[in-house]
């Protein structure tokens, strides 16, 4: 049951979310991976909520929490010339090198790739950010949701008759660690065989563009641009989140076919609508799916959700209830997966992070440890990593480069 990853090793100065999220995935799995921030500028992730106890705490970001749990905490700052002596002899330790800037950062500390590869000539870099590293558009710098805007995902996520609202929070940090996380696999495997490392160029705009494959499709073959549909669906009626009985509370329901329908017809003391000529058939359905929802509306918001829920499902319809973020905690399925883990942290006492989202059986991932505080591994790495002695560790720290 040996971790699979055991004997990588990542320098990783990977921030806010669209980088960390891909090399906690690594960490997950056995990885060594010492995570470098600076001193003198807190990570993003660190001032963003939801926060442990709802106080604000650059080190109680469940965010920052979540994305960096397993890894090795060193504090540096870059500007300094004895930091960079450090992160030297850590790109020699390395296997791979994260980073997340824009394209000009590393370069004007004097860390890009070629000049990384003269230090360590099978050494493995990744470049991950908005626009990637080359084009007219590389050095626009900015978050998620300005990478789903100019995506497209904007244009088709609201109501047609309202602006467009866009997925919620910055989507493509949330999509391209997948792609990140990948990359770094296939460079490895190609690096075993070869013994040759190399430089990866990750566009997260582009690889979020693989969500809208079908809407991409749609218009290189048939020059249709779809445009914003709310909750609902070009094959199913009804298709949309319904009030349920109560404040603030949601059910998600779709019928994928006439017998679904008749179904809830029948549920809903409606038996007539099945055989009503706006409705009976999928497409009647469809054109009339305003009058529909407003039927089903006026039968929902009657019904307590988790019997609306029950009722729905043993009738073989596909309905849920809305969760909100206390509910899903304690789903018995989410917690049948120990989907959540709660791991000791130095500074909340406890904290929550999400668990490995792949069971596999012959080499389990683990949570190891909690995120860490600010410089809370320096001398850990220093020390056992580098194997620097108290000396060396004095100077450094003399010398200012650790914060």
């Not at 990977?14 to 010492?34: K, S």
């Not at 109501?159 to 996380?181: C, E, S």
Request: hydrophobic content about 40%; overall charge neutral.
């Amino acid at each position: 049951m040996a971790s699979p990853l055991k004997d990588v090793k990542i320098l990783d100065f990977m921030w806010v979310m669209a980088g960390p999220a891909a090399t906690r995935m690594l960490a997950d799995y056995g990885a060594t991976i010492v995570r470098v921030e600076s001193p003198l500028r807190v990570d993003i992730a660190r001032t963003l909520q939801p926060f442990r106890r709802n106080r604000p705490d650059p080190e109680g970001s469940a965010l920052f929490g979540n994305c960096n749990a397993g890894k090795y905490g060193l504090t540096l700052d870059l500007g300094n010339p004895r930091a960079r002596e450090v992160i030297f002899d850590l790109v020699r330790w390395a296997d791979v090198v994260c980073e997340s800037f824009s394209p000009k950062a590393m370069r004007a500390w004097g860390l890009g790739y070629d000049s990384l590869r003269e230090i360590k000539p099978d050494i493995i870099m990744v470049s991950t950010c908005l626009m990637g590293q080359t084009g007219p558009l590389s050095s626009f710098a900015g978050f998620g949701n300005l990478a789903a805007a100019l995506a497209g995902f904007h244009h088709l996520t609201g109501w047609p008759d309202r602006p467009p609202a866009g997925p919620f929070g910055a989507y493509t940090d949330y999509v391209a660690p997948r792609f990140t996380a990948i990359a770094i696999f296939a460079a490895l495997e190609y690096r075993r065989r070869t013994g040759k490392g190399q430089y990866i160029d990750q566009s997260q705009t582009e690889s979020s563009l693989h969500f809208l494959a079908p809407a991409l499709l749609e218009y290189s073959a048939n020059g249709h641009s779809q445009i914003r549909a709310g909750n609902r669906d070009p094959r199913f009626a009804p298709h949309g989140v319904y009030p349920a009985k109560g404040k603030d509370r949601w059910v998600a329901i779709v019928c994928k076919t006439d017998e679904h329908f008749r179904t809830l017809c029948s549920l809903m003391g409606r038996r007539e609508l099945a055989g009503d000529p706006r409705f009976a058939a999928l497409p009647a359905r469809l054109e009339n799916a305003e009058q529909l929802d407003a039927l089903v509306t006026d039968w929902t918001r009657t019904v307590d959700e988790l019997e609306m829920e029950k009722r729905l499902q043993a009738n073989s319809i596909p309905a849920h209830v809305v969760e909100n973020s206390r509910e899903y905690l304690n789903d018995p399925q989410v917690v049948h997966r120990e989907h959540f883990v709660e791991l000791s942290h130095p500074h909340q006492g406890t904290t929550f992070v999400e668990g490995p989202r792949a069971k596999l059986s012959r080499t389990p991932a683990k949570v190891g440890r909690a995120a860490p505080t600010l410089g809370q591994d320096n001398q850990y790495v220093l020390e056992e990593i580098l194997g620097y002695d108290a000396e060396r560790i004095g100077e450094l720290v003399a010398a200012g480069a650790l914060g």
